[in-house]
């Protein structure tokens, strides 16, 4: 047997390990990821994206296409008759459940079920949940710099946002898998390092999620987020939807780093208008400080709207989420 490629070895196995060989058993275990691991995102997830990003949603449509999928069904009805609602009567109609969410979060639910949906029984649900916010943050600013930069398509840089860090999502699997034997995380969802993981991992989330995208059938631009919102300078496609996506990461990042005492010491990360000065070469400086104040009101705006539970696995003691 490959001690190498086991992907349930003990505790001990690994420890046994030289450092390399460690390295190379993380890079085998997250290909086998990629390669047999991942769920396939239909077509019918873009088509609720674009029916939920109208200027009026047509939710006799959008409840059409859920009913046709079972589980995103049973986790819609699951949540709106969860206590998050605090509902005193049972919901059983889609068409219903799609008014009470709400478009934002409808939407929010409708991706996430799909990207979490091979990871919610490997990730401990804290993991599932600080992954989520960051993306869901990501995905919400991203749509506000594009409207703001009058970039017109809004729904791909919330879609680009929300989905960004995909690439992270195997490499917590493996770390998962290891927890016993590291003391410092070797993957962080806010202030990782891409030299770190590659290190660590053989690959870094970028290397990963382009990966992933293209597994996905992504479209190019999407797989362009995924490669390079650490270095938009280096986005080949569409870089003006791979600099929102990176602002509003940057963004994201580093002012959660801040605000949070829970989360380790930020990282020498560039300052907010250093970074956009990369994302939006075209911007001056008065643009940026412009951009850069509007995002500080809309992030406190929605930071209470992220403050919920992974809407895939909803608690009772969670309150309702203002959308």
Not at 131 to 139: E, I, K, L, P, Y
Not at 288 to 307: K, Q, S, V
Request: with cysteine.
């Amino acid at each position: 047997m490959n001690r190498l490629g086991h992907s349930h070895s003990s505790a001990q196995d690994i420890a046994d390990l030289t450092p390399a060989e460690r390295r190379q058993r993380r890079k085998e275990r997250l290909m086998a990821i990629l390669t047999v691991g991942l769920p396939t995102i239909s077509a019918h997830i873009f088509e609720l994206n674009t029916l939920l990003s109208a200027p009026s949603v047509e939710l006799r449509k959008v409840a059409r296409i859920i009913r046709a999928d079972p589980s995103m069904s049973a986790q819609l009805l699951r949540m709106c008759n969860s206590a998050l609602f605090g509902l005193r009567r049972r919901v059983l109609s889609i068409e219903e459940a799609s008014v009470l969410m709400g478009t934002e979060r409808l939407r929010t639910l409708v991706l996430t079920c799909s990207v979490m949906e091979f990871t919610n029984k490997q990730l401990p649900d804290e993991l599932v949940q600080e992954f989520w916010q960051h993306s869901f943050m990501t995905g919400m600013l991203s749509e506000r710099i594009a409207k703001w930069i009058e970039y017109s398509q809004h729904e791909q840089a919330y879609l680009g946002g929300l989905l960004h860090d995909v690439g992270l999502l195997p490499l917590l699997v493996v770390a998962t898998e290891e927890k016993d034997l590291e003391t410092d995380p070797p993957v962080k969802i806010r202030g990782g390092s891409l030299e770190d993981e590659k290190a660590h991992f053989g690959l870094n989330h970028c290397e990963v999620g382009r990966s992933i995208g293209t597994s996905w059938n992504f479209f190019p631009s999407f797989i362009d987020i995924f490669e390079h919102h650490h270095h938009p300078e280096n986005s080949s496609r569409d870089p003006h939807l791979v600099g929102i996506v990176a602002a509003a990461d940057h963004f994201s990042e580093t002012h959660t780093l801040a605000s949070d005492p829970a989360l380790p010491e930020p990282p020498e990360l560039a300052s907010d208008d250093d970074f956009f000065a990369v994302c939006f070469p075209r911007l001056d400086a008065e643009d940026r400080a412009e951009l850069i104040e509007m995002l500080e009101n809309e992030y406190l705006h929605l930071l209470p709207l992220i403050e919920f539970n992974n809407p895939s696995q909803p608690k009772p003691d969670s309150k309702p989420a203002r959308i």
